[in-house]
């Protein structure tokens, strides 16, 4: 059974830095693109980043320059830096497992961002 799951969400400030991390089981995680995504309050999941086995990243415009996803393939984790946090950030963080047809998901971590 394939689990992923998030830690590290909180509540900070505009300008602050936050490090969410992902652990995953039950899968060959080294063969998985692995991505977060966030949702924020009435609008869709959308893409943040996200990295290939190999550790070749992809950003969403908003975050780039800010945010550094990366992947430890021994420990089965990724993570995601952000710095310099903006009240736009605020969201729910998901987690993603993907694979060909193979997609996962965790349960996602808050991130509030807050003056």
């Known amino acids: 059974q394939v689990q992923l799951v998030e830690s590290g969400g909180g509540l900070v400030q505009p300008g602050e830095s936050l490090r969410l991390s992902c652990a995953a089981s039950?899968?060959?995680?080294?063969?998985?693109?692995m991505g977060w995504y966030r949702q924020a309050a009435g609008k869709e999941r959308e893409l943040v980043a996200d990295?290939?086995?190999?550790?070749?990243?992809n950003y969403a415009d908003s975050v780039k320059g800010r945010f550094t996803i990366s992947r430890d393939n021994a420990q089965k984790t990724v993570n995601l830096q952000m710095n310099s946090l903006k009240l736009e950030d605020t969201a729910v963080y998901f987690c993603?497992?993907?694979?060909?047809?193979?997609?996962?998901w965790g349960q996602g971590t808050q991130v509030t961002v807050s003056s």
């Open positions: 990295i290939t086995g190999r550790g070749m990243t």
């Open positions: 993603n497992a993907h694979h060909w047809v193979n997609d996962y």
């Open positions: 039950g899968l060959i995680f080294n063969i998985y693109n």
